[in-house]
């Protein structure tokens, strides 16, 4: 592989930097102010806040499974100090006491982490924070009557699709069930949407090919190619070129505009999984992914912190896709 030693040193050197750190803790009272990151969040402090350093340490688990010779041991030091039974109770606790932090994409990513680890040393002190999400996710679907549909976080179809992804791993068929019935609510009947308007300012997601990569998890083959044939006619053609466009990015320091080398990763990856449902602009799409992922490369290792404490794992969709 051939990025994997740069992009683990990054992540681990992301993960060992405590400050800058956004806790976006609400405090309870005059007692629940004591907000030093390792404290409040021993496993998931570093790499500026809860949901990367989450979503970072699902990298280092997946660089250590693809290219376990070429990473070195420091990611299992990193992971070890951090993935301990009291390190993850407490984080437990944290989300059960506070049921709609993080949510969705934090959820998504921990629970992903949670997934990549299942065949590892560190499966057996994570598993009570994968059951954690699971019950949040199932009492959460329920309540949510309109899908987010934004480009950052609150997107709801990334982080189903990340969900569906990581519970499907751990055989939790009741979350899997519980998604794929809400996504096919929120999405299934969607057509002609209109891309004239992405990307919004700070996206690091693409609203239309989210909803696409979730729903090219959850329907059958031939089903989603009617569904995404309707919902994005003439893709690859003459239509919706700004999702092709390499958007303009930012690497000055500011972490909205650094959105934007993440929104051509993400770009990426979900062009490259939705091309086999459109044979005939597959190459057209999967070329578009080639630009997007070319144009942002450099930044992942070698950008400034507010790009790089969180873009590799981005990287890593786009690659293995």
């Keep these: 592989m051939k ?15 405590p400050y800058p750190y956004g806790t976006a803790h609400a405090s309870q009272g005059p007692d629940d102010v004591d907000v030093t990151p390792d404290r409040l969040h021993p496993a998931f402090h570093g790499s500026y806040d809860w949901h990367s350093s989450a979503h970072m340490q699902w990298s280092l688990v997946r660089l250590l499974t693809l290219a376990p010779d070429q990473v070195g041991r420091r990611p299992i030091e990193v992971l070890d100090r951090r993935l301990t039974p009291d390190a993850i109770a407490t984080e437990a606790a944290y989300l059960r006491e ?16 949670v997934a990549a680890t299942r065949k590892t040393q560190w499966a057996d002190a994570l598993t009570p924070l994968g059951d ?31 969900l569906h992804e990581a519970y499907g791993e751990l055989g939790r068929a009741d979350v899997v069930e519980a998604i794929r019935a809400r ?10 949407y209109d891309t004239r308007f ?8 693409s609203p239309a090919l989210s909803e696409a990569e979730l729903m090219r998890r959850v329907l ?27 958007p303009v990015t930012d690497d000055s320091g500011d972490g909205q505009l650094a959105h934007l080398s993440g929104l051509a990763l993400s770009r990426a990856w979900q062009l490259r ?14 070329a578009a992914a080639d ?24 990287a890593l969709l786009a690659d293995q896709a």
């Design 198 to 205: 992405e990307p919004s300012g700070t996206d690091f997601l």
């Design 183 to 192: 996504a096919r609510q929120w999405f299934g009947s969607d057509t002609a």
């Design 98 to 113: 506070r049921p709609s932090y993080e949510r969705p994409y934090g959820w998504a990513w921990a629970a992903m982490l």
């Design 132 to 162: 954690v999400i699971a019950d949040l996710v199932l009492a959460w679907l329920p309540k949510q009557a309109y899908p987010v549909r934004h480009g950052v976080h609150l997107n709801s179809a990334f982080a189903l699709a990340l």
């Design 220 to 246: 059958p083959d031939a089903e989603f190619v009617s569904w995404l044939s309707a919902f994005l006619p003439g893709l690859g053609g003459d239509a919706h070129q700004r999702l092709l466009e390499v």
């Design 273 to 286: 999984t939705i091309a086999p449902a459109l044979p005939d602009v597959a190459e057209v799409l999967r």
């Design 3 to 17: 990025y994997a030693a740069a992009w683990a040193d990054i992540a681990c050197e992301v993960l060992e930097t």
């Design 291 to 314: 630009r997007q992922v070319d144009a942002v490369l450099p930044t992942v290792t070698d950008g400034d912190f507010m790009s790089t404490h969180w873009l590799v794992s981005f």
